[in-house]
């Protein structure tokens, strides 16, 4: 039998503490889900579980499903005698959520309990300020902490120019240099990686994403671009875990989710807090900064101080989850399956979630 240490899986006292709760059941985390059945990591090492059917017929939208990452609460400590099932999900410090295809509404967990969010965005021609703007947008949605990586610093010709362009977006965000094609050309990420620490990568296709993983995991364990070119497999052809550890300590998700991530949920406040702050000094409190008199976001424009390009960006997103309205924590907090038990309460929901964007 073996004796894992949770810790190292970033368990930590908060989730010991809530799965007291539950006497009688195992805790493990999700470390890679396969439609219903998810393999998890428990105190007794991996084993398979699918979820309770009471948990599945109570799920609204997919919020309530376990998603990779997830601490979860299981009916036993392994699989010897069948697969477990899981019954509890521990209450989630942060998660990555999509709308499901086709639905107004239901949203899909794609990765739960992560503390740092690389944002990967490369030198080259793939540098795009309003992308970036995004990435940043969904990364302080779901709670994890953001890090901008710029990557191929070996292909820019003026670095000192493109930083100064992404501190301008990157509000409440550090912001770091990668290159995968020099020894150590990834050290400045380093520091933000701990044991215990969950971390993951987002950014388009192709910016050095499983590159910099394979640097973190020591060996070539993610198929990269020139590989899966060869072999005419596709993307991922080595089958790998979707929850890692890292051998200098840290866990890694890398589901093809978190790379296929949408940019459909946000909170614009943490993304542009450079416009919040603006917006607080215009005279009127709904100002849409447009036309009102005593506009502090417009004025920032005319004096050069905000370039005009991110108010529209800003706009633009504002537009986007506008109706949609609720933000993938509230959903998770709020339970829509009691939220919208009644109409009057999904308009009392509607009308916070547009309180809450005008502030
Ligand atoms: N010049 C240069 N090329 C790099 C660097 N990092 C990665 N690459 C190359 O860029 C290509 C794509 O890298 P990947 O690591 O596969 O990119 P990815 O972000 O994982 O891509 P997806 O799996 O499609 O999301 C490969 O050919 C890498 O060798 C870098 O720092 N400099
Ligand atoms: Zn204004």
Not at 12 to 23: G, I, K, N
Not at 191 to 220: C, D, H, M, Q, W
Not at 225 to 231: L, P
Not at 285 to 297: I, K, L, Y
Request: with cysteine; net charge neutral.
């Amino acid at each position: 039998m073996e004796n894992i240490n949770l810790e190292l899986y970033g368990l930590t006292p908060r989730f010991s503490q809530e799965a007291t709760l539950y006497e009688g059941l195992f805790i493990a985390r999700v470390t890679e889900q396969h439609r219903d059945l998810y393999k998890l990591i428990g105190e007794r090492g991996e084993y398979n579980a699918a979820v309770a059917g009471k948990l599945a017929y109570s799920a609204a939208g997919g919020a309530d499903f376990p998603a990779v990452g997830d601490w979860v609460m299981t009916d036993r400590a392994d699989d010897s005698a069948g697969t477990a099932v899981i019954r509890h999900i521990l209450t989630r410090k942060s998660l990555f959520a999509r709308k499901a295809a086709g639905t107004a509404v239901a949203t899909q967990i794609i990765a739960a309990n992560i503390d740092t969010v690389f944002i990967c965005m490369a030198l080259n021609a793939d540098f795009n300020l309003r992308r970036l703007e995004r990435y940043l947008t969904v990364a302080f949605d779901s709670m994890a902490a953001p890090v901008i990586v710029l990557t191929k610093a070996d292909l820019c010709g003026d670095l000192a120019a493109r930083l100064a362009e992404v501190s301008a977006v990157a509000v409440g965000a550090d912001t770091v240099v990668s290159s995968g094609k020099e020894d150590g050309g990834h050290r400045d990420i380093l520091p933000y990686i701990g044991a215990g620490k969950t971390i993951a990568f987002i950014g388009s296709s192709g910016v050095g994403k499983s590159t910099l993983i394979n640097r973190l995991l020591g060996k070539e364990l993610l198929a990269t671009r020139e590989i899966r070119a060869d072999d005419g497999r596709g993307r991922h052809t080595t089958t790998h875990r979707q929850l890692l550890l890292l051998p200098g300590g840290g866990i890694v998700i890398d589901t093809p989710g978190m790379r296929e991530l949408q940019l459909d949920h946000g909170d614009l406040a943490g993304a542009f807090a450079d416009i919040e702050a603006l917006a607080a000094n215009c005279k009127y409190n709904d100002c849409s900064h447009t036309q009102e008199p005593g506009c502090a976001v417009r004025k920032a424009i005319e004096t050069g101080a905000l370039p005009a390009e991110r108010l529209a960006s800003y706009e633009k997103l504002q537009k986007e989850i506008g109706y949609e309205g609720l933000n993938s924590r509230q959903l998770e907090q709020e339970k829509i399956r009691r939220m919208f038990g009644g109409l009057g309460e999904m308009k009392q929901v509607m009308r916070n979630a547009k309180n809450k964007h005008k502030r």
